[in-house]
């Protein structure tokens, strides 16, 4: 990891960890988390949002006076838009879309769940989902969420991020492992 990577995910670290326990002590983790929806909803819309979290143009009376109305607009806890104002405050709004991969994790960890990024070729029906999700339960004991996407060229199979670790059955896998044993061959 880069070193500014590094320190803005720290920074979106401690952030996310105060968030964390301020929600869970107040038992508002349900009111973080569909907070987290609508941030991360506004992220991927908006490109004025996201230019308000990293632009260096606005002052931060300017940062914050729209984080502030923008947290009353998208009906945010105000554990969530009192961190937000604060964060731009402090010039630190850039680590928001780290801020909530961070708050995520935390709230899975918490609720004993954790997330798997599945890619397929095609669409995964409703029995293949529950089948791999039931599968993936028993081989890491927590219950597991499926964000799942479609790559068509994968060809056929799976490929499947837990955490640190992949298992990757995908036909194009194993079409490019027998071309690398046979160029070592001849």
């Given at each position: 990891m880069s070193e500014p990577a590094s320190i803005s995910s720290g920074i979106a670290q401690r952030y996310a960890t105060a968030v964390f326990e301020l929600a869970k002590d107040q038992k508002k983790l349900s009111a973080v988390e569909s907070?987290?929806?609508?941030?991360?909803?506004?992220?991927?819309?908006?490109?004025?949002f996201r230019n308000l979290l990293s632009s260096p143009v606005y002052t931060r009376?300017?940062?914050?006076?729209?984080?502030?109305?923008?947290s009353a607009k998208m009906s945010l806890s105000?554990?969530?838009?009192?961190?937000?104002?604060?964060?731009?405050?402090k010039r630190r709004?850039?680590?928001?879309?780290?801020?909530?991969?961070?708050?995520?994790?935390?709230i899975a960890e918490?609720?004993?769940e954790v997330?798997?990024?599945?890619?397929?070729?095609?669409?995964?029906?409703?029995?293949q989902?529950?089948?791999?999700?039931k599968t993936l339960k028993a081989r890491f004991g927590k219950t597991v969420k499926i964000n799942a996407t479609v790559d068509e060229t994968?060809?056929?199979g799976l490929v499947v991020k837990v955490g640190s670790k992949m298992i990757d059955t995908s036909i194009r896998s194993q079409l490019d492992s027998l071309q690398n044993a046979m160029k070592e061959v001849g």
């Amino acid at each position: 990891m880069s070193e500014p990577a590094s320190i803005s995910s720290g920074i979106a670290q401690r952030y996310a960890t105060a968030v964390f326990e301020l929600a869970k002590d107040q038992k508002k983790l349900s009111a973080v988390e569909s907070d987290l929806d609508s941030l991360e909803a506004a992220l991927a819309q908006s490109g004025d949002f996201r230019n308000l979290l990293s632009s260096p143009v606005y002052t931060r009376e300017e940062q914050a006076d729209a984080i502030s109305a923008l947290s009353a607009k998208m009906s945010l806890s105000p554990i969530m838009g009192n961190t937000l104002v604060l964060m731009a405050s402090k010039r630190r709004l850039f680590v928001v879309p780290q801020l909530v991969r961070a708050l995520r994790e935390a709230i899975a960890e918490d609720k004993g769940e954790v997330s798997a990024e599945v890619v397929s070729a095609k669409a995964l029906t409703k029995a293949q989902d529950e089948k791999l999700a039931k599968t993936l339960k028993a081989r890491f004991g927590k219950t597991v969420k499926i964000n799942a996407t479609v790559d068509e060229t994968l060809i056929g199979g799976l490929v499947v991020k837990v955490g640190s670790k992949m298992i990757d059955t995908s036909i194009r896998s194993q079409l490019d492992s027998l071309q690398n044993a046979m160029k070592e061959v001849g």
